[in-house]
C-alpha cells in the first residue's frame, strides 16, 4: 500500500484503481477528485469512483480486496436507493475509497468518455466534464450545485450541451430543470 499516514485517501484510491486493472474492471473517479479536474478543489476525507457490475461480481471483489489486505465492506442499496451498492475500501490509517457499483440514471458510456489525468505518475480515468455535471446536478445539494456551475464557468463554449441535456435527463426531470437554471444563470 501506498498509503503511510491518516489523509491520504487519493494514494489508497491508486491502490484500489491497480486492483481495480489486475482484474479487467473499467471505472471512473468521481466526486472531490474530479471536482478539483473540473474547475472546484476542495478537501475531503475520502476518494471516490464508480463502476458497473452485478451485487455478485461487487461481493467477489469485496473478498479480492479483503484478501489483498484492505479493508471492504460492501453495502448494498434498497430498491429506492440510487446506489445500488457501495463498496467501501479502506486502510490501517484511516483513508478510504468509496466505489460506488452504478448509479441509477447514469450513462453506462459515462466510462468511456472519461479524462486521462496524471496523478502521482498514474494515470487516472476522472469522469468527463457533461458527466460529472449531469451526476452533480442530479445529486442535487448545495455543494453539488455549486461543483456544477464552476464547471460550466470553467469553458461553457467547449460543452456538449446536447450530450450533457440527454445526460441530465437521464436521471430525471429534476436533474434536466436544475441543469437549465445552471444554464441560465450562466449566460
Same mark, same amino acid.
Given at each position: 500500500?501506498?498509503?503511510?499516514?491518516?489523509?491520504?485517501?487519493?494514494?489508497?484510491?491508486?491502490?484500489?484503481?491497480?486492483?481495480?486493472?489486475?482484474?479487467?474492471?473499467?471505472?471512473?473517479?468521481?466526486?472531490?477528485?474530479?471536482?478539483?479536474?473540473?474547475?472546484?478543489?476542495?478537501?475531503?476525507?475520502?476518494?471516490?469512483?464508480?463502476?458497473?457490475?452485478?451485487?455478485? =461480481? *461487487? !461481493? @467477489?471483489?469485496?473478498?479480492?480486496? $479483503?484478501?489483498?489486505?484492505?479493508?471492504? +465492506?460492501?453495502?448494498? #442499496?434498497?430498491?429506492?436507493?440510487?446506489?445500488?451498492?457501495?463498496?467501501?475500501?479502506?486502510?490501517?490509517?484511516?483513508?478510504?475509497?468509496?466505489?460506488?457499483?452504478?448509479?441509477?440514471?447514469?450513462?453506462?458510456?459515462?466510462?468511456?468518455?472519461?479524462?486521462?489525468?496524471?496523478?502521482?505518475?498514474?494515470?487516472?480515468?476522472?469522469?468527463?466534464?457533461?458527466?460529472?455535471?449531469?451526476?452533480?446536478?442530479?445529486?442535487?445539494?448545495?455543494?453539488?450545485?455549486?461543483?456544477? =456551475? *464552476? !464547471? @460550466?464557468?470553467?469553458?461553457?463554449? $467547449?460543452?456538449?450541451?446536447?450530450?450533457? +441535456?440527454?445526460?441530465? #435527463?437521464?436521471?430525471?426531470?429534476?436533474?434536466?430543470?436544475?441543469?437549465?437554471?445552471?444554464?441560465?444563470?450562466?449566460?
Amino acid at each position: 500500500m501506498r498509503t503511510t499516514a491518516p489523509g491520504q485517501s487519493a494514494l489508497l484510491l491508486l491502490d484500489v484503481i491497480a486492483l481495480l486493472r489486475s482484474e479487467g474492471i473499467d471505472y471512473a473517479v468521481i466526486g472531490a477528485m474530479a471536482a478539483s479536474v473540473h474547475g472546484t478543489v476542495r478537501a475531503s476525507l475520502d476518494a471516490d469512483a464508480i463502476t458497473f457490475m452485478t451485487p455478485q =461480481a *461487487a !461481493a @467477489l471483489l469485496e473478498r479480492r480486496f $479483503s484478501s489483498a489486505g484492505f479493508g471492504a +465492506r460492501l453495502r448494498t #442499496g434498497d430498491p429506492d436507493d440510487p446506489i445500488p451498492a457501495l463498496l467501501a475500501i479502506s486502510d490501517s490509517h484511516g483513508n478510504r475509497v468509496d466505489l460506488l457499483v452504478g448509479l441509477r440514471g447514469l450513462d453506462r458510456r459515462a466510462l468511456d468518455r472519461t479524462l486521462e489525468v496524471p496523478f502521482q505518475g498514474v494515470s487516472l480515468r476522472v469522469v468527463g466534464r457533461e458527466d460529472f455535471i449531469a451526476m452533480k446536478v442530479y445529486a442535487g445539494g448545495p455543494q453539488d450545485l455549486a461543483d456544477a =456551475a *464552476a !464547471a @460550466l464557468a470553467r469553458s461553457p463554449t $467547449s460543452l456538449d450541451l446536447p450530450l450533457l +441535456r440527454g445526460l441530465a #435527463g437521464g436521471y430525471g426531470r429534476h436533474a434536466l430543470e436544475a441543469l437549465e437554471k445552471l444554464l441560465e444563470r450562466s449566460r
